[in-house]
Antibody, heavy 118, light 106 residues
Framework: EVQLVESGGGLVKPGGSLRLSCAASGLTFSSYSMNWVRQAPGKGLEWVSAISSTSTYIYYADSVKGRFTISRDNAKNSLNLQMNSLRAEDTAVYYC???????????WGQGTMVTVSS | DIQLTQSPSFLSASVGDRVTITCRASQGISSYLAWYQQKPGKAPKLLIYTASTLQSGVPSRFSGSGSGTEFTLTISSLQPEDFATYYCQQLNSSPAFGQGTKVEIK
């Protein structure tokens, strides 16, 4: 079964850091681009970051550029998001999602909640 | 950056109704558009990509059309399991989402 499982969410103070991980199974992880998408409570979806299959290309939303770093380890089938200088507005459920050949996101994890609050 | 505007933001419909949701892009995006369905507490599910291609396993009552700046998602006969929020997404760089359309039971 193809599966993405996020972990690492939790409560962090403003200005703090958190590292999210996404473990992939049942798919050839190294063949696909991967993405992080977030959803603030009661709000819509916001794309956060993308990384190509070999990490050659990396993209960020303006809202997180300079604070978040996406990375992947194809040997371990894992995707990561290092989040620094966290703000209250970063509070959200964070999903990892696989990039389809059309560039749509065809497989999603269940999400991990990040709460930034003092 | 390309902005996507969905209409309506909220839709009340009955089982069996034909439902149409529109997504307008601030500039032309060819057919680089996807549609997702999200139910409360769940991850989004890909329905349609490249504007009109049905994702594997998605019921044929869902269809997509459009190109350039105007796109539509149509549900030909609304089923109880279709009550959810629907999002469009442009598939170019910085893959932004529309603000969502919530489909509720009338």
């Amino acid at each position: 079964e193809v599966q993405l499982v996020e972990s690492g969410g939790g409560l962090v103070k403003p200005g703090g850091s958190l590292r999210l991980s996404c473990a992939a199974s049942g798919l050839t992880f190294s063949s696909y681009s991967m993405n992080w998408v977030r959803q603030a409570p009661g709000k819509g979806l916001e794309w956060v970051s993308a990384i190509s299959s070999t990490s050659t290309y990396i993209y960020y939303a303006d809202s997180v550029k300079g604070r978040f770093t996406i990375s992947r380890d194809n040997a371990k089938n894992s995707l990561n998001l290092q989040m620094n200088s966290l703000r209250a507005e970063d509070t959200a459920v964070y999903y990892c999602a696989r990039g389809h050949r059309s560039h749509a996101f065809d497989i999603w994890g269940q999400g991990t909640m990040v709460t930034v609050s003092s | 950056d390309i902005q996507l505007t969905q209409s309506p933001s909220f839709l009340s419909a009955s089982v069996g109704d034909r439902v149409t949701i529109t997504c307008r892009a601030s500039q032309g995006i060819s057919s680089y558009l996807a549609w997702y369905q999200q139910k409360p507490g769940k991850a989004p599910k890909l329905l349609i990509y490249t504007a009109s291609t049905l994702q594997s396993g998605v019921p044929s009552r869902f269809s997509g059309s459009g190109s350039g700046t105007e796109f539509t998602l149509t549900i030909s006969s609304l089923q109880p399991e279709d009550f959810a929020t629907y999002y469009c997404q442009q598939l170019n760089s910085s893959p932004a989402f529309g603000q969502g359309t919530k489909v509720e039971i009338k």
